[in-house]
């Protein structure tokens, strides 16, 4: 206890008198040698809380040498737990003095990472050591990670100089990776002396005077570039935004200059968020500490004019007040020792966030790995795979519906696999879908959900952006002397990610031409300002617009219905119609969970609750893109089978180019994200038709006009009514409806008539004629009445009202009565022995009727 005692009292005056030059000197010798104890003898605890044999730091340097690294990478937590009794000073304070007082101790901790190299006991690394301390001695450094609390970059004050701190933003603007001079040897052209250990000061610094004696050189030096007491680093400059949740209301977002070295460099690139840990610095502005033969012409020649005496000032120009600024200006900016990705990009501060677009190597645990494989094989009422539709309900949990919709923002975040042909061109696979829908359709908060949701998603509007701010621009940068740098757009931005654009029939056509590049070969060329560039553009793009009248009007085709040019529309893969239907049973169902949303802030509902959560799915889509399906033969039939049958289709047209060989890549795309979400290495005939029928129906559908069920005669209604009656169940439940429904009048809320989509009467249809054929082939009989009491069976799940269980009876008594009258998909094998129960007819399947395809021809 007594060292331990010393130790501290010894670290908190050296802190305390840190600028006292000999304090100084102590406390960094100091804390070399606490450090470089803590880093010889910390051990990780295991889950039993007793400590593991293997010293951790010892075997992280092991592996750092045989990787030819430099940084050894210290976690800030590891400082206090370590084992008090395994060291002679206090934890607590060797780390509230490496936070506190981290640029003066700097070099220090740095010089005790060789200084534990030479301590490894390993022989086949010795000699991989000894060329590493010879060639790279000054190069090794220590860097801290996970620091518990975040600065922000609006907070970054003065009194925060020289702490170890940690910040997040989004890199905006990186620099090129420079050579940097940091310790200099200079030989003497008078005597050939060599001069050594010279620091520069962000410019080029000579020693004051050769120190040769009756010498007195002073300017004429030769740098010796090759020495090895000359120490070079690679250096980079980092333009760092703070992230939008952080700016307050009505303010501009701030950044600030971040400077990384050797390892550091080239970790990031513009759009990523990133956490920066490192320390605030001040640095001067290099004009200021220029000679006069370095400033501009205009300064020069006003420094050239010596002043007459007889006007009073005859004393010529003098240091640096000469050059016109009176004082030297300062600027902050912040030294960079570790980068490492945000995992807290949505803003949501969960920090649990998993990059569904990394390609760093996946690891998944058992449990989780079971629990996808067992989704990607779930089967629905029926009889077929409905793993498409399981994941989708994951997407935007909080909005009610659209699954159609969320099936194209999920097959858009997986992807397809992307090619390049023998020849070198390249065939995207990235996917871009287009909202087209009415207003409150939920269109732009999709958008911001996907936004959100990965990294490298940037969210723009349409009436906001260009196709310089969409793109990229070329502009002149003060800080490197006016030399003309890049500054990406949006879609740069997004590279490897999405870019959301709303609002897009609000952005003028000219800009819009500026992204037709990048939507399909995914690159951006300039020609501008003497710079000829390709950058590259790998993003999906989700856009959203309105419709030409702002309501879409399903008598007119698409490309009537919007003002978009035709390439941009065929360079869409998916082109989802949002229609505002007025549906008694949707809206109810819609403010419900509205209003679930406004007073508990979550849809609490366990039976809506999708199967995945958030960080589930990104992990989800992740493992789906690892996987590489390749078309087999049968796919590669129905997929020219489909192909042919959109070209045939006249009525299937998207703007005036109609269909193009753009469609069949569409289709090629689709199916292959589709084999994705199954986890399968093979696109099948299924994966296709899944594929075919979201690309056509999402235009289709709302072209038809929307299915209405109505009463055709008296008896009809009577039916469910009559049959809910003789059995005990369904009676009480329709009782105890009735009087909840429409002010408890019986028969307007038993027959008035209901309104469905295309979409769910074609798939309650296909549900039904199924199960009809399946008790064919087992030559079983099947009633009406038992035909509604299985489907109830199957929907049982999504009923939570009695009210629900009514509506729902009716709704299925309706849509039998259409099949069997109006469609004639259903006929009547034989009716009912008994007049009163009009359910007991006899149903079967139409003998031309395939089961699968379309009703309504």
Not at 149 to 168: A, E, F, P, W
Not at 649 to 669: F, K, M, N, P
Not at 810 to 827: C, G, P, S, W
Request: aromatic content about 6%.
């Amino acid at each position: 206890q007594a060292p331990a005692r010393r130790a501290s009292r010894d670290l908190e005056w050296a802190g305390a008198l840190a600028m006292d030059p000999t304090a100084k000197v102590q406390l960094t010798q100091i804390t070399q040698r606490y450090f470089l104890q803590f880093l010889e003898n910390f051990r990780v605890r295991d889950d039993a809380g007793n400590f593991e044999r293997d010293f951790y730091y010892l075997e992280q340097a092991k592996t750092m040498v045989r990787e030819g690294k430099r940084t050894l990478y210290v976690k800030v937590d590891h400082l206090e737990q370590i084992d008090p009794s395994a060291v002679s000073f206090n934890p607590t304070e060797l780390r509230n003095v490496i936070q506190m007082k981290y640029m003066i101790v700097r070099e220090a901790l740095n010089g005790a990472v060789p200084q534990l190299l030479s301590k490894l006991e390993d022989r086949d690394l010795q000699d991989e050591i000894r060329k590493a301390r010879e060639t790279d001695e000054m190069k090794f450094v220590a860097a801290f990670y996970d620091l518990p609390l975040l600065v922000g970059i609006r907070s970054l004050k003065t009194d925060k100089l020289g702490q170890l701190n940690t910040i997040t933003g989004t890199v905006t603007r990186t620099t090129e990776v420079k050579p940097e001079l940091l310790v200099a040897t200079f030989q003497c052209n008078e005597c050939n002396r060599e001069v050594s250990g010279v620091a520069q000061q962000f410019k080029v610094t000579f020693p004051a005077v050769c120190p040769t004696r009756n010498c007195g050189n002073r300017s004429n030096w030769t740098l010796l570039g090759d020495s090895r007491t000359t120490r070079w680093g690679d250096w980079q400059r980092l333009r760092v935004q703070e992230n939008e949740s952080e700016v307050p209301a009505g303010a501009m977002p701030r950044s600030i200059d971040v400077i990384v070295r050797d390892e550091c460099c080239e970790r990031c690139k513009p759009g990523d968020k990133v956490l920066v840990t490192g320390s605030l610095i001040v640095v001067p502005d290099v004009p200021t500490l220029m000679s006069p033969s370095e400033l501009k012409t205009q300064v020069r020649r006003s420094l050239n004019s010596r002043s007459d005496p007889n006007y009073g000032s005859g004393d010529g120009v003098r240091g640096l007040k000469g050059t016109g600024n009176r004082d030297l200006t300062y600027k902050l900016a912040f030294y960079g020792a570790f980068i490492e990705e945000s995992r807290d990009w949505g803003g949501k501060g969960r920090g649990d966030g998993d990059n569904i677009r990394s390609d760093e190597k996946m690891y998944l645990n058992p449990a989780d790995k079971e629990k996808f494989y067992k989704i990607s094989q779930n089967v629905g009422p029926d009889k077929k795979k409905d793993c498409l539709d399981v994941v989708a309900r994951a997407v935007a949990p909080e909005i009610h519906g659209h699954l159609e919709v969320k099936k194209g923002v999920l097959l858009m975040l997986i992807g397809s696999t992307p090619k390049r042909t023998d020849e070198g061109i390249k065939l995207r696979g990235d996917i871009n879908v287009l909202l087209l829908g009415d207003p409150a359709t939920a269109k732009s908060a999709i958008l911001k959900w996907t936004s959100t949701f990965l990294p490298r998603a940037v969210f723009a509007s349409g009436k906001t952006s260009t196709a310089a701010g969409l793109t990229a621009s070329v502009t002149r940068d003060a800080d490197l002397d006016q030399e003309r740098v890049i500054q990406p757009g949006a879609l740069m931005l997004a590279d490897n990610g999405i870019c959301c654009i709303d609002e897009f029939e609000r952005m003028d056509p000219k800009d819009q031409v500026a992204i037709h590049e990048a939507m399909e070969q995914q690159t951006i060329t300039l020609s501008k300002a003497g710079i000829q560039a390709t950058l590259n553009a790998r993003a999906s793009i989700l856009a959203s617009c309105l419709p030409k009248n702002t309501y879409y009007d399903p008598t007119q085709p698409l490309h009537k219905n919007c003002e978009l040019s035709p390439p941009i529309m065929s360079r869409f893969d998916l082109m989802f119609v949002m229609q505002d239907i007025h549906n008694d049973d949707t809206d109810v169902s819609v403010a419900r969970h509205i209003l679930e949303l406004h007073r508990k802030g979550s849809s609490e509902d366990d039976k809506s609750k999708p199967k995945l959560n958030t960080v589930e799915l990104q992990r989800y889509i992740r493992l789906a893109r690892t996987f590489k399906p390749k078309i087999t033969p049968e796919a590669h039939q129905r997929l020219v089978k489909c192909y042919k049958k959109l070209r045939e289709d006249r009525t299937y047209v998207r703007g005036s180019a109609g269909v193009t060989v753009r469609q069949l890549e569409s289709l090629i795309r689709l199916s292959e994200a589709i084999a994705r979400v199954h986890l399968d290495d093979k696109v099948h005939i299924e994966y296709v038709d899944q594929a075919f029928e979201l690309q056509i129906n999402t235009l289709k559908r709302a072209e038809r006009e929307n299915i209405d069920l109505e009463e055709a005669d008296a008896p009809a209604p009577e039916a469910p009514a009559e049959g809910a009656d003789g059995t005990a169940a369904a009676g009480g439940d329709t009782a105890a409806g009735d009087p909840g429904a429409e002010g408890g009048s019986k028969p307007a809320a038993r027959r008035r008539g209901i309104k469905i989509s295309y979409a769910e009467y074609e798939r309650i249809g296909n549900m039904l004629c199924r199960h009809l054929y399946e008790k064919e082939q087992a030559n079983e009989e099947v009633t009406e009445e038992d035909l509604i009491g299985w489907y109830m069976e199957q929907v049982e799940e999504d009923i939570k009202t009695e009210a629900q269980l009514e509506d729902q009876q009716h709704k299925i008594q309706l849509i039998i009565n259409r099949m069997i009258d109006k469609d004639r998909v259903i006929l009547v094998y034989r009716a009912s022995d008994d007049a009163l129960r009009p359910e007991g007819r006899v149903l079967v399947k139409h003998p031309n009727y395939p089961v699968g395809e379309a009703i309504v021809r």
